[in-house]
């Protein structure tokens, strides 16, 4: 048995029940056969590959918190710190009902190679709690938020772990954890990012998820001779990484014409109203089928279906796994050029399959969606300086963040004679720099 047959079969083995880890595990190794079989005995030797597959530390821990009834609930948290090789851990708290260890650790692990293509120094983490914020007051949301930063507050700091926002942590539950962080360590420092522009965040950091999705994906088009000009955009999601992916897809010529959430989806032939969206989700907080009442001539669709809408580009910016070999297939037939993932791992390991076989151009999350991540560390680095730097030299150093994990993506898949595979591109790029950082630290 090869090496990374070995090191798969421990994951399932010694993580019984965690299968979006092993799916994340086994991918990324798969890629890698390439790199680990040309160094199989170095990588023995010094166990690199059974170090990386396991956490450095998972903190978990119980968050008790009083609702508007007066009835005390108990929640779950955790904090998974999965490899500090190339900087402290930095990863995302998600706050869902969806929300176990084994998510956390397929997140952690994802974010480290992730991070480590973003060129910049950070490790990989990922934390969060089944807490719903949905439905809740903010007072309720706040009660459970300063509980939970009460523990969690042991285990991070601007040198060790610095925790950012994902699903169900938006500004206002960052604003309650670094509140309750300052108030606990009498500390103000860069611990948390995703931070109000009036207490040390950065701008660009809400636009820059989706923004660098788009800026990779102008990047990819390029190297074709093409562009976003006049193409024909399909989006999942309406959160955060779908609002602003759609905002720069729609500045650099393309047509936007559907959108969704959980409930359902909305398809506008004329292109999406982005300030209806807007409106809808950021300031109401509510459903997209809303969508329809502010324009009529739009449809909204109850459930699965969005992947059957005929595109140029389809940009998943929703879940995990969200889409399957069905909805893969449905793309191609309705003309897909190209796919990039805005979610983490959105796309099943078949329908990824799929996407290489069939010659569709596709950037994985990890170096599709890092603009988030690489402008958070570009918050750190600000608040190191104490300084704040203007939106347009955010801006361009996300761009320039973006073009580089492009060319590193690229220029590894050619290194190892799969060109154009930009899974494995993404996959060996991230990996060299973090095993080259762990070999020369010892056994750590």
């Known amino acids: 048995m090869s090496y990374v047959d070995e090191i798969y079969a421990r994951v399932v083995e010694q993580n019984p029940g965690e299968k979006e880890f092993h799916q994340a595990v086994k ?6 056969r390439l790199v680990i079989d040309a160094n ?18 998972i903190i978990s821990f119980r968050v008790p918190w009083v609702d508007d009834n007066g009835k005390v609930q108990v ?27 084994g998510i956390l650790k397929f997140l952690g692990f994802e974010q480290i190679f992730k991070n480590s293509l973003t ?40 040198d060790e772990d610095v925790p950012a926002g994902d699903i169900g942590v938006g500004a206002r539950e960052i604003g309650y954890f670094y509140g309750q962080y300052k108030r606990i360590t009498g500390l103000y420092e860069g611990v948390l990012t995703g931070k109000g522009l009036t207490w040390g965040g950065s701008l660009v950091r809400t636009q820059a998820t989706g923004y660098g999705l788009v800026y990779i994906v102008d990047e990819m088009l390029k190297h074709v001779n093409d562009s976003l000009e006049g193409k024909t955009v399909v989006i999942s999601g309406s959160g955060n990484v779908a609002i602003y992916a759609c905002e720069k897809a729609q500045q650099l010529g393309a047509k936007v014409v559907a959108m969704n959430d959980s409930n359902g989806y909305v398809y506008d032939a ?3 109203k982005l300030d209806v969206v807007k409106q809808i989700k950021e300031v109401r907080r509510g459903r997209i089928k809303e969508y329809v009442d502010a324009v009529p001539t739009a449809k909204y669709t109850a459930g699965k279906g969005i992947w059957t809408i005929p595109c140029d580009i389809a940009l998943p910016c929703a879940t995990q796994n969200e889409l399957d070999l069905e909805d893969a ?5 309705n003309g897909v050029k190209l796919i990039a993932e805005g979610a983490n791992m959105p796309s099943t390991r078949e329908a990824t399959d799929f996407y290489l076989e069939n010659g569709i151009m596709f950037m994985p999350g990890k170096a599709a969606n890092a603009g988030g991540v690489a402008t958070s560390a570009l918050e750190m680095s600000q608040n190191s300086q104490r300084l704040s730097w203007s939106f347009e030299e955010v801006d361009a150093k996300l761009h320039d963040i973006m073009t580089g994990i492009y060319a ?25 720099k973090v095993a080259e950082a762990m070999k020369a630290q010892g056994i750590v």
């Open 119 to 158: 060129g910049l120094p950070i490790g990989g983490g990922k934390g969060g709690s089944n807490f719903d914020p949905k439905g809740k007051s903010d007072r309720e949301v706040m009660a459970f938020c300063q509980s939970f930063m009460t523990e969690l507050s042991k285990y991070i700091g601007a």
């Open 329 to 333: 297939k449905a793309l191609k037939a």
């Open 40 to 57: 199989e005995e170095e990588y023995r030797k010094i166990s690199l590959l059974e170090r990386l597959v396991e956490p450095e530390r």
């Open 408 to 432: 590193k993506v690229a220029d590894a898949a050619k290194r190892y004679g799969v060109e154009g595979n930009f899974v494995a591109g993404a996959n060996i790029a991230g990996f060299e």
């Open 270 to 272: 004329d292109g999406i």
């Open 27 to 32: 991918e990324v190794l798969d890629s890698l």
């Open 75 to 101: 929640n779950k948290g955790y904090r998974v710190q999965f490899n500090s090789a190339i900087g402290p851990y930095k990863g995302g708290l998600r706050l869902h009902p969806s929300v176990n260890q």
